[in-house]
């Protein structure tokens, strides 16, 4: 049986200390789980371009570095907001 991984996962990975608010954001929010669903791809471009080398890979990696820290600002603002 396959796992379907999710954008919560990596949001857990990164924010430990936020489960219980990542999850509940997830469940009552598109907009949030979208912005879920985008840091996790982030995360496998990363991945993918760590790997690889020539000329484009290191600018890639600094635009999606760039990418997922500013994700990271619009979810980080959403779990602020989010009444405990």
Do not use: N
């Not at 796992?3 to 200390?17: N, S, W």
């Not at 999850?23 to 982030?42: A, G, N």
């Not at 371009?49 to 500013?70: F, H, M, N, S, T």
């Amino acid at each position: 049986m396959a796992i379907v991984q999710t954008g919560v996962f990596t949001l857990y990975e990164r924010f430990p200390d936020q489960k219980e608010v990542i999850r509940s954001l997830f469940e009552k929010s598109e907009t949030f789980k979208t912005l879920c669903e985008d840091h996790r791809k982030c995360c496998e471009a990363i991945r993918f371009w760590e790997r690889k080398e020539g000329d484009v890979a290191p600018q890639r990696l600094q635009e999606y570095g760039a990418l997922i820290r500013d994700l990271e600002e619009e979810i980080q603002a959403f779990m602020k907001d989010c009444p405990k």
